[in-house]
């Protein structure tokens, strides 16, 4: 239960090869080429799977995280950092507490009702789905109203302490 | 005789028909696609990339509340922009390859959006998406990431049965 926040830079940010974001956007080019063709860019789809009308999407999470568990186990045991930043290779490990269960039950509720989730919602924007704005728009107010509400509570209980 | 026996083979088929009515390999090779994706990121730059992220650290360019001014959100963000965009151009790159006409939603616009306001509190109370914690912190055997997953699969099946069995449940 003590997994540390992984991620660290070692180097500055400044680092960053001239090709970094011409790979960044390949890769999303392909995160998003995969939410369209695994379907899951469709919240009908999401919401059939959550009804059990199709199993189809543990596939999709499966076959991605099989694919991303192999890449991280074999760059994890490299010696060498990444070419681009000079970051070392590191495992995305996040620190445990109540946040996790109360925030995957929120997401859990909204991912329930809408069958939208972040990277499926932008992906569906490139399917031409403009009423997915609406839930894009929900995405943004949430995380603002989320910021604001955290900004209250530390203003309210120590505001010499920062938040995180 | 010949018939139970063509009946036992036939079972499990009809089984995964019914569990599988699309099949299964649109959905693994998507997924695969997925995850190749933050891989490509990763092995160029170190970086894991979540797409849930994005919302906070695009609210650093217009707003001053602390929470979106850190240092770690606000050197991240042209890259997330940048991400954002190519997940855009990614799925139109196979909706014009594979369909050549844009597909829009039958979900209600309400549902879209108070179901989105919920995923953006959820997601950032929770430290990652479907992406972040569900490919990336999975495929790293996160004990927090799986957890994570578990309770927002559960609660996610719980509402959707629970709208469908109000007579609200999207027909496939």
């Known amino acids: 239960m003590s997994e540390k926040t992984s991620g660290k830079t070692t180097g500055k940010q400044n680092e960053r090869g001239p090709l970094f974001m011409p790979l960044i956007l390949v890769g999303g080019l392909i995160f998003g080429f995969g939410l369209g063709f695994s379907q899951m860019a469709k919240p009908e789809v999401v919401l059939q799977f959550l009804q059990f009308d199709d199993f189809g999407l543990l596939f999709v999470m499966g076959g991605a995280a099989v694919v991303t568990g192999t890449t991280f186990a074999v760059a994890t045991r490299l010696s060498g950092n990444a070419p681009l930043t000079g970051k070392a290779y590191t495992r995305r490990l996040k620190s ?34 403009y009423l997915i704005l609406f839930g894009i728009g929900g995405m943004f107010l949430g995380a603002y109203l989320q910021g604001l509400w955290r900004k209250h509570r530390t203003d309210a209980t120590s505001p010499t302490t920062s938040a995180d | 005789m010949a018939l139970s026996l063509l009946q036992s083979a036939l079972m499990p088929a009809l089984t995964f028909a019914e569990l599988f009515p699309n099949g299964v390999s649109h959905y693994a090779i998507g997924g695969v696609f997925i995850g190749l994706g933050v891989a490509v990121i990763y092995l160029g730059t170190g970086i894991i990339a979540g797409a849930s992220t994005f919302l906070e650290t695009t609210l650093s360019y217009v707003s001053g509340v602390p929470r979106f001014q850190k240092g770690k959100y606000v050197a991240s963000r042209d890259w997330r922009v940048v991400f954002t965009l190519g997940i855009i151009g990614g799925a139109a790159i196979y909706q014009v390859i594979f369909h050549g006409e844009i597909w829009t939603t039958d979900v209600e616009w309400w549902r879209l959006l108070s179901g989105g306001v919920l995923v953006g509190i959820g997601t950032r109370i929770g430290k990652g998406c479907t992406s972040g914690h569900g490919v990336c912190g999975v495929g790293s055997a996160s004990f927090t990431s799986i957890v994570n997953v578990a309770t927002f699969m559960t609660v996610a099946i719980g509402t959707a049965q629970l709208i469908q069995a109000m007579g609200m449940g999207i027909s496939p």
């Open chain 1, 96 to 129: 445990f507490d109540k946040n996790v269960l109360v925030g995957g039950g929120i997401f859990g509720i909204g991912w329930g009702i809408s069958g939208i989730c972040p990277g499926a919602a932008y992906a569906s924007v490139g399917l031409g789905n």
